[in-house]
């Protein structure tokens, strides 16, 4: 059974940061392009970055570029999602998914999807 467990939420004043992770099970991680996704209280699902399968190639929402930095370890089967700047903007719930696709942003390119954690930024 693919499970994906995102963790690293929680409060943070303006211009803070926070990390999340997301832990994953019963998937071949490193077969697959990761992505993370938010979803603001009242808004759609919306795209943030993703990686691909190896962590050569990267794609950011224009939202977040030069503040977000997602990364991965293989060898833990783990994604990360390194939140600088943070913006009273960027609250929402954080999603973390898989694809079998190189480098995808659309949502329906993914998979598998994680439960999300909660970021709230104050202002």
């Known amino acids: 059974q693919v499970q994906l467990v995102e963790s690293g939420g929680g409060l943070v004043q303006a211009g803070g940061s926070l990390r999340l992770s997301c832990a994953t099970s019963g998937l071949t991680f490193g077969s697959y392009a990761m992505g993370w996704f938010r979803q603001a209280p009242g808004k759609e699902r919306e795209f943030v970055t993703a990686?691909?399968?190896?962590?050569?190639?990267?794609y950011y929402a224009d939202s977040v570029k030069g503040r977000f930095t997602i990364s991965r370890d293989n060898r833990k089967n783990t994604l990360y999602l390194q939140m600088n700047t943070l913006k009273p903007e960027d609250t929402a719930v954080y999603y973390c998914a898989a694809s079998r696709r190189g480098l995808p942003h659309a949502r329906e390119e993914y998979d598998y999807w994680g439960q999300g954690t909660q970021v709230t930024v104050s202002s």
């Open positions: 990686i691909n399968w190896i962590g050569l190639s990267t």
